[in-house]
């Protein structure tokens, strides 16, 4: 397991770094539980109850994030940019189940809520590259199994009452950083919104946030600027290399 040296960095990113390259948000006014039931499509209750309605969910999502008109906007490439150039380790741990950060370049990546070009076999528990539609008939391309009421494959994302991924990487990756940013993200599901707080009782690393608007969790944040992520990201990021954790406020 890769360990955060001195000057270590951790950046955690949420929906908004991805909404100026046209991915819907989920709690803001035209966010995506504005048009559907969380309880309806991202629990394993909902799979439970109705896997076909969770697959057309994330099918059309899918199809969305592959268009031609998506793709990693200057907030993804400012990070990318980052880990590329900082002399320490950055480690970029999204709540995106998009690849915009991998588009951009970044390669020390956790993708703490999944991935949605990613499918999860129920028989044999095998993760693989997954960028097609997917319904109860598909069979999983490990085991070859098929068929059965839930089918066979799950997209490979984490829902309510799931425990996110990385979790042992990302909480050491917390205590030895020296820098934590919260980028596009509402503070709103945990664990990702308590890692400020997680950050603050060991009282070492500088903690920063930068979104669209205050965050439920803002005033835990040390150091604070608003604005679209493709605008605040770049400037925070050029100051970051230019004049190093000095030049913090
Ligand atoms: C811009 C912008 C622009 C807009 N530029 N910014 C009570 C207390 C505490 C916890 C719990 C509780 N009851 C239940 C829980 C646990 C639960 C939870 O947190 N619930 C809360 C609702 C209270 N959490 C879980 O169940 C998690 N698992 C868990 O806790 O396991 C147990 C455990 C125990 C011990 C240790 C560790 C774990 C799992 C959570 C799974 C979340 N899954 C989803 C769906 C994933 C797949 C999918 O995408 O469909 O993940 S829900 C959804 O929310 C998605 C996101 O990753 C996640 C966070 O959303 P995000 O990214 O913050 O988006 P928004 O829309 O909320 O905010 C966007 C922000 O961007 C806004 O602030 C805008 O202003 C800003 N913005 N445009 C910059 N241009």
New binding site residues.
């Given amino acids: 397991m890769p360990q955060t040296s001195a000057r270590g960095i951790v950046i955690l990113t ?4 991805s ?2 390259s046209g991915l819907h ?4 006014p035209d ?2 539980w504005s048009r559907v039931r ?1 309880e309806d ?2 629990t394993p209750e909902a799979f439970e109850r109705d896997p076909a309605r969770v697959h057309g969910f ?1 099918n059309a ?1 899918r199809r969305a994030l592959l268009s031609d008109d998506i793709g990693p906007n200057p ?1 993804h490439r400012a990070l990318a940019r980052l880990e590329a150039e900082w002399p320490g380790e950055v480690l970029l741990v999204t ?3 998009d690849n915009l950060h991998e588009r951009a370049g970044s390669k020390n990546l956790v993708h703490m ?2 991935e ?1 070009l990613s499918a999860r076999c129920l028989r044999c528990g095998v993760a693989g590259p997954w960028s097609a539609d997917m319904n109860l008939e598909t069979p999983c391309p490990a085991c070859g199994q098929a068929g059965g009421r839930l089918g066979a494959l799950r997209v490979d ?8 991924m990385a ?1 042992d990487r990302i909480l050491t990756a917390l205590e030895a950083c020296e820098l934590f940013v919260s ?11 308590g890692f400020v707080q997680d950050v603050r009782e060991r009282g070492r690393a500088h903690t920063v946030e ?4 205050p ?1 439920e969790g803002h005033s835990l944040f040390a150091e604070r600027h608003y ?4 605008r ?1 990201v770049p400037e925070f990021v050029d100051r970051l290399l230019r004049d190093g954790l000095g030049g913090t406020s």
């Avoid at 994302?157 to 996110?164: I, L």
């Fill in positions: 949420g929906a908004g770094t909404r100026e948000t989920f709690r803001d966010g995506i969380l499509v991202a994330y999502r907030a709540q995106n189940i809520h999944g949605i994302v984490v829902w309510f009452g799931e425990m996110p979790m980028i596009g993200t509402s503070g709103s599901v945990y664990p990702a919104a930068l979104n669209l608007e965050s604005g679209p992520a493709s605040v």
